[in-house]
């Protein structure tokens, strides 16, 4: 029988809509489907995270049934030693933006010698770098990137499924914990889209509502394309929030790709003076929801509780982190990373950064969110705190956003920040 083609499947756990099917059966009848567990990527990964990609692991198993062949180990050695013992001429790979993941694609593709290496697609409906100011510059503020990423456009989904390649299988690797498949996003996207997305742009900000897509963590693993998504969206209010919200998506993708060192440095480098405090007792009750302001202990609860967070919630969180406790972002960005199912290195580490202040397209430092006033007026009722802080549960109304025993007082924090900021800014 002819050879194989490779499929190395990363951040694109599916086979609607996938390009990289496309161009190995440009080549190939039949495609060995291979996964790597990449020590490297994994070991910062908390087990929220490792549980939620091993899911998505056996969705995609089944999907072919049962030919996903998974191995361990690093990939500059393992795929080309793969790719040869089944003798492929090429493998096929959806590209990879992020700061590991060239340098790693660069060092596979040289070990892969004459074994031709293919990038085809991306995770992005628009690949990071392809959209640029007149200039040929990047953007550096959302609102003008989101513009002409509109413009740009983006390709229609991709016709593939499961039988565009004949799937061989491959005997050895590793075997996939016994655990339950994550369920077909698609019905999950349908749901949202024709019951909740009219009400989109005001429900969005409202933690006590089921009123978000709960889409990112099948994006974040690519169980969906954006582009699907895109495809079916209309012209009305809640649309065209949703598809800027896809926009924040790529615009931080972008602007790691011109910055990788901002995965880990302030992209403003004013910021590098910004007075910091080391308190690990106040780290730790931040972590564990144990601060005293309810929305803030409701929200990193969650967090445990399910390895997610809603987002207004998560800009809540962060501000208290950075401008109440005086803690560096980085820090919150790591215990994010650790616990999110959903964990994106770009959104999550510029997410921070515009809470920070730090970053591009950021929120005014001075902007200091009242823990107390952003809860009584997007969590009116209450509902949402009671939901994760159980002692709360007979206070009623908005009565339960009044802190208990704070361990810190968000009035002087507040001077304090800005103080610190008034320090560094000229």
Known sequence: MPSPTVIWFRRDLRTADHPALLSAAERAESALALFVLD?????????ARTDHLHRC???????????????????????????????????????????????????VEEALGDVEFVRSGSPYAVAPGRVRKGDGTPFKVFTPFRRAWTEHGWRKPAATDASTVDWVA???????????????????????????????????????????SRLSPYLRWGLLHPRTLLAELGDGEG????????????????????????????YDPKFDRMEHDSDDGRFRAWQE?????????AGMRQLLAEGWMHNRVRMIVASFLVKDLHLPWWMGAKHFMDH????????????????????????????????????????PSGDYVRRYVPELRDVRGKQVHQPHDPIVDHAHERQVALARYGAIKS
């Open 170 to 212: 491959r005997r050895g690797g590793e075997r996939l914990p016994d655990v339950e498949p994550v369920a077909d996003p698609l019905p999950l996207w349908e749901k949202f889209r024709d019951e909740r997305l009219p009400d989109y742009k005001t429900a969005r900000d409202r933690p006590d509502l089921d009123a978000t």
């Open 340 to 379: 999110l199912v959903d964990g994106d290195l770009a959104s999550n580490q510029h997410g921070w950064q515009w809470v920070a202040g730090s970053g591009t397209d950021a929120s005014p430092f001075f902007r200091v969110f009242n823990p107390v006033t952003q809860g009584e007026k997007f969590d």
């Open 39 to 47: 020590d490297k990527l994994l070991r910062n990964a908390g087990p």
């Open 289 to 297: 929801g144990k601060t005293g302001y309810p929305i803030v202990d």
């Open 57 to 107: 692991l056996r969705a995609l198993d089944a999907q072919l049934d049962g030919r996903l062949h998974v191995v361990r180990g690093n990939p500059v050695a393992v795929v080309p030693e793969i790719a040869r013992a089944v003798g492929a001429g090429s493998v096929h790979v959806s590209a990879d933006y992020g700061p590991y993941g060239r340098k790693r694609d660069a060092a």
């Open 239 to 266: 649309d065209a929030t949703f598809r800027s919200e896809l926009a924040w998506r790529e615009f931080y993708a972008d602007v790691l790709w011109h910055r990788p060192e901002t995965a880990s440095k302030n």
